[in-house]
T-cell receptor
Framework: GQQLNQSPQSMFIQEGEDVSMNCTSS?????WLWYKQDPGEGPVLLIA?????ELTSNGRLTAQFGITRKDSFLNISASIPSDVGIYFC???????????FGQGTRLTINP | DAGVIQSPRHEVTEMGQEVTLRCKPI?????LFWYRQTMMRGLELLIY????????DSGMPEDRFSAKMPNASFSTLKIQPSEPRDSAVYFC???????????FGSGTRLTVV
């Protein structure tokens, strides 16, 4: 079945640093989504991307829909303690209601 | 809107007992999803409904698992009998349709001892 490879699996950074993570697939997706999960809670949608090449920002977060439609990137600028959590990418193909989720990137920030 | 509401938040049960997890989706969302999350397997889709009808249950691990959606505002996931390997966080999510993403509930942490 479809799989998303998300990397890195974990990141340990200092407060104030920028963060980059990505997601790749062997399949083409028509929608890419990025979620964040805080401890003890469900994932929350951060950014949705609908067009190849699209670059979308949400505050300090910026995500891009890869030109090949097989990858997506998420950047966080000037990280703060509340950015700690697990970030998931998810892809959706045309006509499919199911989302395919990556395995997540666990972000830890040292103050 | 109160979001997707799941109950209970935590459930501890003995092996062999029946467990029922409950979910109230966001009003107006036609799609409802049940996921299971574990460290080893990440987020796994168990089943999803469209307009209260089960569409894809290929992720349901075995016959011990069953899900129902008797109306647009309520769904249950039942495990009978429960086993220790069922211990996980179970999420319910709802969506208004294609390309809108899902809204997840806060999850039910199930521990089977």
């Amino acid at each position: 079945g479809q799989q998303l490879n998300q990397s890195p699996q974990s990141m340990f950074i200092q407060e104030g640093e920028d963060v980059s993570m990505n997601c790749t697939s062997s399949s083409i997706f028509n929608t890419w989504l990025w979620y964040k999960q805080d401890p003890g809670e469900g994932p929350v949608l951060l950014i949705a991307l609908y067009k190849a090449g699209e670059l979308t920002s949400n505050g300090r977060l910026t995500a891009q829909f890869g030109i090949t439609r097989k990858d997506s990137f998420l950047n966080i600028s000037a990280s703060i303690p509340s950015d700690v959590g697990i970030y998931f990418c998810a892809g959706q193909t045309m006509g499919a209601q199911k989302l395919v989720f990556g395995q997540g990137t666990r972000l830890t920030i040292n103050p | 809107d109160a979001g997707v509401i799941q109950s209970p938040r935590h459930e501890v049960t003995e092996m062999g007992q029946e467990v029922t997890l409950r979910c109230k989706p966001i009003s107006g969302h036609d799609y409802l999803f049940w996921y299971r999350q574990t460290m080893m397997r990440g987020l796994e889709l168990l089943i999803y409904f469209n307009n209260n009808v089960p569409i894809d249950d290929s992720g349901m691990p075995e016959d011990r698992f069953s899900a129902k959606m008797p109306n647009a505002s309520f769904s249950t996931l039942k495990i009978q009998p429960s086993e220790p390997r069922d211990s996980a966080v179970y999420f319910c999510a709802s969506s208004p349709g294609f390309f809108y993403g899902y809204t997840f509930g806060s999850g039910t942490r199930l521990t089977v001892v």
